[in-house]
């Protein structure tokens, strides 16, 4: 794929410690055309099998954003070797978030659901770019975050970049609290945390006797995605809760999350394998999201992360079935805390008519003392043996400002 872009105008610059490549090439005409971003990362990784991450991995980049709409991706990440994806014709969709001063904030999502390579491209004020990515290699998830200075990219590769996409999606941002946060910058501080059921010590009596291989089950994750300033004790704890009372058995946590992580962790750890043994699969049990939220004025739910918004077509997109697997969210229970995360069904659809459980969500502005409502909903009630998801919304702090929504065939009960 690299030998057909080959002999265009490279401009060279050394941004810390990472180079960039930022190129354009011209139609005969004189027309822009596409654009061509190359770029060291140093990332983080998540190694699922043996529950460990690495937080300084090495790796490289080259984007091919074409004036179709469409994108050209080669990907390598440094583990032992260099371990190369590829994909052809991504399409690009372009986010416009519009602030009350009428700014705007452009986001370019490139999303390859088969490939489970994930990226975006956020405009910012200062008119420079910050690139996310995220994918993964069999039981290992990679994720990078770079900073392209304006000094780098000039405007007519920035116009280019504009210009490329496929479908656009826009949104009003009337809360100036919440503007002003998502209007600064800042890279993410992705802090990945994995964990998973202790090894259980067995007291053997008598002659010993060797012991077989453990039992390995499919794995089900608890999902947490979390905003820092929506951090508390109980938004961080609650994994090690549900693991030592309720049926699931790892959790994955991840502090501001980017929209690439958010669609590589639903995509990852909800794949299930047709022909390798059980333990290979894995299902996401329970899923919770502490973010900004609102909703547009087709009444379609969204809620904010690093580098963007999700939307419920993110989450139906990674719902995906091919010939050795398929993803679904197979009896998840969904919390979103986040405003309006119900004012509407749509996210809620999202989950549910793929085989989800239950959707908590609330359709107002819920109170802030979420960490108590997360902490009585799931410590208090599900995870000590009150099954029953309505109860436990009904003796929940601040309960009252949640519903839960369901399909018409949705169990109103934790799985076994």
């Avoid at 941002?173 to 990945?192: D, L």
């Avoid at 951090?231 to 929209?259: C, F, K, M, Y």
Wanted: hydrophobic residues 35%; aromatic residues 12%; glycine residues 6%.
């Amino acid at each position: 794929m690299r030998g057909r872009w080959i002999g265009c105008m490279l401009i060279i610059v050394i941004l810390g410690s990472i180079p960039f490549a930022i190129a354009s090439q011209e139609l005969g005409d004189g027309m822009e055309s596409d654009v061509i971003i190359t770029s060291s990362l140093v990332g983080t990784s998540i190694d699922h099998e043996s529950m460990t991450v690495n937080l300084n991995v090495d790796g490289e980049i080259t984007l091919r954003v074409k004036s179709d709409g469409y994108c050209d991706i080669h990907l390598c990440f440094n583990y032992l070797s260099c371990l190369e994806k590829e994909s052809e014709n991504v399409p690009i969709v372009k986010k416009v978030s519009i602030l009350p001063d009428r700014k705007q904030i452009v986001t370019l999502d490139i999303s390859d659901y088969y490939e489970g390579t994930f990226l975006s491209i956020r405009f910012l004020n200062n008119k420079s770019l910050s690139l996310y990515v995220a994918t993964e290699y069999d039981e290992i998830q990679y994720s990078a975050h770079v900073l392209i200075d304006s000094e780098t990219i000039g405007l007519i590769e920035i116009r280019s970049l504009l210009d490329s996409y496929v479908q656009c999606k826009s949104n009003e941002i009337r809360n100036r609290t919440i503007a002003e946060w998502f209007e600064n910058e800042n890279a993410p501080s992705t802090v990945p945390q994995v964990r998973g059921l202790q090894d259980s010590v067995s007291k053997v009596t008598g002659p010993f006797i060797p012991a077989g291989p453990p039992p390995r089950e499919p794995r089900i994750y608890f999902l947490n995605h979390f905003m820092t300033e929506a951090e508390s004790n109980w938004i961080l704890d609650i994994g090690q809760v549900l693991i030592a009372n309720s049926w699931i058995t790892h959790e994955l946590t991840r502090r501001d999350p980017t929209i690439s992580q958010v669609k590589s962790d639903l995509k990852f750890c909800s794949k299930k394998y047709y022909y390798k043994p059980d333990w290979y699969s894995k299902t996401i049990g329970a899923y919770m999201v502490n973010a900004h939220g609102n909703y547009t004025g087709t009444q379609d739910v969204f809620w904010r992360c690093f580098g963007g918004d999700v939307y419920a077509s993110d989450i139906t997109s990674c719902w995906i079935s091919t010939d050795t697997y398929y993803c679904l969210p197979d009896s998840c229970i969904i919390t979103i805390l986040s405003c309006y995360s119900l004012y509407s069904t749509s996210m809620g659809d999202a989950f549910m008519d793929y085989n989800a459980r239950a959707y908590v969500g609330s359709p107002v502005t819920p109170g802030l003392n979420q960490n108590l409502f997360i902490e009585q909903f799931w410590g208090t009630n599900l995870a000590i043996g009150n099954t029953d998801i309505d109860y436990a919304l009904a003796h929940s702090w601040g309960g009252f400002e949640f519903d839960c929504y369901y399909t018409s065939c949705g169990v109103r009960t934790l799985p076994n």
